[in-house]
């Protein structure tokens, strides 16, 4: 008797059997309630049924045709995807298939292990942020952005928000696309030098914000200067959004020390692979007074019975799967295997491995940007101060030297296209940890060559 | 009491988890108690960069003052603590999950093989389409092939979940009607719906208008006619519903739907029933998401990652969400090349990136050894396997629609309610202790004390059988035991029953205001 599937055990016998106990005689009859006009009456044009090893080799096939991977290009890109060093500690102990096969924890008493872990996840972000609360985890930084602005516009009452220009441009663009659907007005203001210019504010006026939205470190890596945003707030009631970027904060203030209220920011790079953009981590905290409208779950201590330890996932009134129409957001299914695995590395990092990892990224771009920028014709977009992320202009355009440099070995950075004012010849440059002198010298040989 | 078992032996054990965990129940201390000042687990690459000082890298006003203090552990005490964190969690891989309408299937560990490739867990999303091909070439063989499994014409990989899949597909639907002339008002949902649903109804934009079910389990033909008008946007199925029901007048739903010129959308939380039988797009959908952790077995995460691509109709496709993939045949050495493109209408993007993508490249693998036959097999024995617990557990349970059904079955135990003030909730709880996850409990809401259950096709027929043997055991305790004494379990667990109520009274979200709380 052979099974009748790669994945289903039943033998064709034990399908037999199961048939006569419902009283039918072929498989066909069970889906006597579709009707007949609908049914699909052909099979599904797609290959027949492969081996493991073939689909392996398949599927390895189109790895081979990437040739942009950190283990052939040397990688000097970033904007929320950086290039970190993934201890193997971090891949063995987020791999274990009790975090990996489980689901979301409904029934606590038999889900305490994720619940535990993503309990010391929101403990960990809450102390990188500045902030009381940080969430279970939302998809990725832009939609943590979007998340955020919309507790913000609720929590304020208007649905004005100011954008700076250094956040993301995809998450400007998530931001507008979600905006269709909510109503939001966002109104970008533009970056002079690196940072935000916010407009004086006539109050009260139509066009008084409700939400301020500002990366720290933006795009383009510069450091803002977050207490002058705070001022805006405070002159016109709005809500502190910053997007920043969680492995910077090894050195800098937490935002939510210098008055923001909801921080968000992408934490691919706390254990999570490059991947081509996913699956990464939405990272969220809020000040104490908005956790009724957080968005997304959120675990929280108690005890059980008998008076023990034990977590769950609270404030259930909030979600979508009571609230329905009036939730505070409609995420269920979040990152949770990511904020589990941003727990392991942020543990095996640890209070003086953080500080370790942003200092030595802020060396290494530091040692890039100096040596970059000594090339005839490089300029450095800015003069505000970076830590782990710059731009450059480029006397030829961007993806030529993206191109040119990629021959070389390297992936160079992100071409910032049409944004930003640079007209093709911006390029974004991040070095992390894992670069080394030699490389990084190679590196500007490499890039001297290409715009020569 | 119990009908015959067809299989002519004994339970097997395996399916159940009941021998886990180790040893006691111990509370695990959490990081932060582990910590000891000076340990340390991190090493990083020698550099030879030139060490400069913070104050030469950073103004002052920037730097903080302290490090963030996170914890500090040795990486001995590190994996001990995760570990022991691990054997506190039920998974799929550790017994049966019937966990209805999230598709507790088995993950087979190939897809995981494949995830850890280097040449795709090792691309940055932002290199460019020359130096991508494979990546862009995977995608766009994914998007096919969901075209293909849905009846539609293209797809956006963007979405992250299924909910983001529920509001892109909204979002689709708000700009084709503006594109028509106005946006509309309205979307409908039947009262059986996921919740997700009215939440992304309302961050689309539009108002909910909730249809009842009829006796049968559908939708009521005559309120949804009585709700229709030419201000209803779309309106939001899963079919088969979450009652496990295939809606048998899907046609005459969809004809009355187009009529008024309002678009359906296909919620494919319940896909996994139909691979290869029915298409949603022949079914009358416009807009289709799918969650591929469910149907396609990329594994959950303790809640996520998941992925949710929207597939939509011919005249959908000019607004779908960008860039996208796609090849183009340029005939060199008759190789095609890949690129990205953004759809002239499209409503923006819905992703830091393109999507979860390591998940697609899961799904895909998935679906490649099973092939276009295998994933009929997958339905067909899914919806056996609810079918034989369905009328396995029929004279036990009250069976509020009792007819077929398609891959997952919505028990209800009021029986056990009224007689004996026994719970859903207590049924859920006592069933750990026999090894087995929980089914969704008080879901859909509008059975009475519902209990559903979705085996899926990876659970074998002894396994079946020893879970139907749990809740036969069950619920003869709850008729013959005093009343009340269901309400002690779990007793076996990690912790027994925990109190919610406290949890959401006294919030404790995290370590740091433990001490607050207790100080």
């Known amino acids: ?452 | 009491m119990t009908g015959t078992n067809p299989l002519n032996g004994p339970a097997a054990p395996g399916g159940k988890a009941t021998s886990a965990p180790l040893l006691g129940r111990d509370t695990e201390p959490t990081l932060f108690e582990l910590s000891h000042p000076g340990r340390r687990a991190w090493s990083f690459r020698t550099t030879g960069i030139p060490e400069l000082n913070i104050e030469e890298l950073l103004p002052a006003e920037h730097v903080r003052s302290e490090p963030v203090p996170l914890a500090e552990v040795s990486e001995r005490d590190l994996v001990a603590h995760f570990t022991r964190l691990s054997h506190r969690q039920f998974s799929v891989d550790l017994g049966a999950y019937p966990l209805g309408s999230c598709t507790m299937k088995y993950n087979p560990k190939v897809c995981d093989a494949v995830a850890a490739l280097p040449g795709l867990a090792g691309v940055h999303p932002a290199a460019p389409a020359s130096l991508t091909q494979g990546w862009l070439a995977l995608m766009v063989e994914v998007e096919e092939t969901l075209c293909e499994i849905t009846g539609m014409a293209a797809a956006t990989l963007q979405p992250a979940a299924g909910a983001s899949g529920e509001l892109t597909g909204l979002l689709l639907m708000r700009a084709w009607h503006q594109a028509q002339g106005a946006p509309r008002h309205k979307v409908i949902i039947p009262d059986s719906s996921h919740g997700t649903n009215p939440a992304s109804v309302t961050l689309g934009g539009y108002e909910v208008v909730t249809v009842p079910s009829d006796a049968r389990g559908c939708v009521d033909m005559e309120a949804l006619a009585s709700v229709l008008d030419e201000d209803v946007a779309g309106i939001m199925l899963t079919n088969p519903n979450t009652l496990g029901l295939f809606e048998e007048d899907i046609a005459e739903i969809a004809a009355a739907v187009h009529k008024v010129g309002g678009l359906l959308y296909y919620d494919g939380a319940n896909l996994n029933a139909i691979l290869g039988v029915v298409r949603p797009g022949d079914m009358g959908f416009d807009i289709v998401h799918m969650n591929l952790h469910k149907t396609f077995a990329t594994p959950h995460g303790g809640g996520g990652p998941g992925a949710g691509p929207v597939a939509v109709s011919e005249r959908l496709v000019p607004y779908l969400p960008g860039p996208r993939p796609e090849r183009v045949e340029d005939g060199a050495e008759g190789k095609p090349t890949y690129r990205w493109f953004t759809p002239e209408r499209s409503i923006g993007r819905m992703h830091s990136w393109h999507g979860n993508t390591l998940v697609l490249a899961r799904a895909l693998a998935y679906i490649l050894v099973n092939g276009g036959d295998g994933l009929q097999k997958v339905a067909e024995i899914a919806v056996l396997n609810a079918n034989w617990i369905r009328q396995r557990l029929s004279g036990t349970f009250d069976v509020p629609f009792d007819r077929q059904c398609m891959h997952e079955v919505v028990l209800s135990s009021r029986n056990l309610k009224q007689a004996h003030g026994v719970r859903a909730l207590d049924i859920a709880k006592r069933l750990l202790e026999e090894g087995f996850h929980s089914p969704t409990v008080y879901f859909p809401l509008i059975v009475e004390e519902a209990l559903m259950i979705e085996p899926t096709e990876t659970e074998s027929p002894q396994t079946l059988e020893a879970l139907a043997q749990a809740l036969e055991q069950i619920a003869y305790e709850a008729n013959a035991l005093p009343t009340g004494s269901m309400t002690e379990a779990p007793r076996n667990t990690p912790v027994r029953r925990v109190d919610e109520a406290r949890a959401a009274r006294t919030l404790i979200p995290t370590f740091d205001a433990r001490g607050e709380k207790q100080a």
């Open chain 1, 1 to 452: 008797m052979k099974s009748v599937g790669t994945y289903i055990p039943h033998t064709d016998d034990e399908v037999a059997s199961m048939l006569a106990f419902l009283g039918l005689s072929t498989i066909d009859e069970l889906f006597d309630a579709v009707p007949e006009a609908l049914r699909l009456q052909r099979g599904l044009e797609l290959a027949d049924g492969a081996g493991e090893p073939d689909v392996l080799a398949h599927m390895g096939a189109y790895a081979d045709l990437n040739l942009a991977r950190n283990d052939r290009l040397l990688c000097f890109a970033g904007g929320g995807a950086y290039d970190h060093e993934i201890p193997a500690v971090t891949k063995a102990l987020a791999g274990r298939s009790e975090f990996v096969t489980s689901y979301t924890p409904y029934q606590p008493e038999v889900a305490q292990g994720v619940l535990q872990a993503v309990f010391e996840f929101q403990t960990l972000i809450a102390r990188l942020f500045g902030l009381p609360v940080a969430n279970a985890s939302l998809y990725d930084g832009a939609s943590a952005t979007v998340e955020a602005v919309n507790l913000g516009v609720a929590a304020s009452g208007r649905n004005t928000v100011w954008v700076s220009e250094g956040i993301h441009p995809h998450w400007r663009q998530m931001l507008a696309t979600c905006a269709a659907g909510t109503g939001h007005r966002l109104r970008t203001v533009n970056l002079v030098d690196g940072v935000t210019v916010w407009p004086r504010v006539e109050v009260p006026s139509d066009d008084q914000p409700g939400v301020l939205l500002v990366g720290y470190p933006n795009y383009l890596g510069c450091l803002e200067d977050i207490p002058a945003a705070r001022a805006v707030c405070d002159d016109t009631g709005a809500l502190l959004v910053v997007a920043t970027d969680p492995v910077s904060l090894g050195l800098l203030k937490s935002p939510g020390k210098s008055g923001a209220d909801v921080v968000v920011g992408e934490g691919q790079m706390f254990g999570t692979d490059l991947g081509f953009g996913g699956p990464y981590l939405g990272l969220f905290a809020c000040a104490q007074s908005h956790v009724r409208r957080l968005p997304g779950r959120l675990v929280g201590e108690t005890v059980d019975v008998e008076g023990r330890r034990a977590y769950v996932t609270t404030l259930r009134a909030r979600e979508q799967d009571i609230r329905r129409e009036k939730a505070t957001s409609n995420v269920c299914t979040n990152q949770t295997l990511m904020a589990v695995t941003a727990a392991i590395q942020l543990g095996w990092l640890g209070t003086a491995g953080l500080a370790e990892l942003a200092l030595r990224c802020a060396r290494a771009t530091r040692y890039t940007r100096d040596a970059l920028v000594a090339i005839g014709g490089v300029t450095a977009y800015a003069d505000a101060p970076v830590v782990r992320e710059f731009a450059v202009r480029t006397p030829i355009p961007a993806d030529t030297v993206v191109e040119r440099m990629a021959d070389a070995g390297f992936l160079a950075g992100i071409p910032l296209g049409d944004q930003f004012n640079q007209g093709e010849h911006g390029l974004l440059i991040a070095v992390t940890e894992r670069r080394t002198r030699d490389e990084i010298d190679a590196y500007v040989t490499a890039f001297a060559k290409a715009v020569a």
